[in-house]
T-cell receptor, first 114, second 111 residues
Framework: DTAVSQTPKYLVTQMGNDKSIKCEQN?????MYWYKQDSKKFLKIMFS???????INETVPNRFSPKSPDKAHLNLHINSLELGDSAVYFC?????????????FGPGTRLLVL | TQLLEQSPQFLSIQEGENLTVYCNSS?????LQWYRQEPGEGPVLLVT?????EVKKLKRLTFQFGDARKDSSLHITAAQPGDTGLYLC???????????FGQGTTLQVKP
């Protein structure tokens, strides 16, 4: 039983294309997140949603647009992909939007922009 | 801007050795979490420390939160090859659930 799942696992695309990454959690959690991990393994939060409401939007280019159709899903759409967008994108979820809550991470989506 | 600095960035040791990973900041955090990430997978939470001076043990792993809640350490006793992975510290503050991660420590334990 996968708790947090992401699709696709690998994504190779050309510069300028538009792509989406999907995330689903079956834990019944209220809060979901998107993180970006760069080539040096540095992990940085991009967005968080609580009950489908945007809570955190960390100085991310407008080309990135998260969408939460329901509490169990948080998708990430990226327009006009750039070389610098190549990274591993992780989705995560937590039971509540409070401190010290455990965040459960998905397996990641490896995006390579050529 | 809150930053967490982890050291060392890379560590390669022999099975049975002890090691300590440090996580330092000039900022105060409400809590500090430690994660382990294996290749091709997402980070998995090991522990959360909340109180200044708190020490938590997880089998051969000992985690400590600094008295001033600005730093933390992870000590592994008698490291085993199964401990190999990327160790990440992450601090929390505010009420948004935002995690601020350190740069990570890549640990390799050779048999």
């Amino acid at each position: 039983d996968t708790a947090v799942s992401q699709t696709p696992k690998y994504l190779v695309t050309q510069m300028g294309n538009d792509k989406s990454i999907k995330c689903e959690q079956n834990l019944g959690h209220d809060t979901m997140y998107w993180y970006k991990q760069d080539s040096k393994k540095f992990l940085k939060i991009m967005f968080s949603y609580n009950n489908k409401e945007l809570i955190i939007n960390e100085t991310v280019p407008n080309r990135f647009s998260p969408k939460s159709p329901d509490k169990a899903h948080l998708n990430l759409h990226i327009n006009s992909l750039e070389l610098g967008d190549s990274a591993v994108y992780f989705c995560a979820s937590s039971r509540l939007l409070i401190l010290q809550e455990t965040q459960y991470f998905g397996p990641g989506t490896r995006l390579l922009v050529l | 801007t809150q930053l967490l600095e982890q050291s060392p960035q890379f560590l390669s040791i022999q099975e049975g050795e002890n090691l300590t990973v440090y996580c330092n900041s000039s900022s105060v955090f409400s809590s500090l979490q430690w994660y382990r990430q294996e290749p091709g997978e997402g980070p998995v939470l090991l522990v959360t420390v909340v109180t200044g001076g708190e020490v938590k043990k997880l089998k051969r792993l000992t985690f400590q939160f600094g008295d001033a809640r600005k730093d933390s350490s992870l000590h592994i006793t008698a490291a085993q090859p199964g401990d190999t992975g990327l160790y990440l510290c992450a601090g929390t503050s505010g009420n948004t659930g935002k995690l601020i991660f350190g740069q990570g420590t890549t640990l390799q334990v050779k048999p």
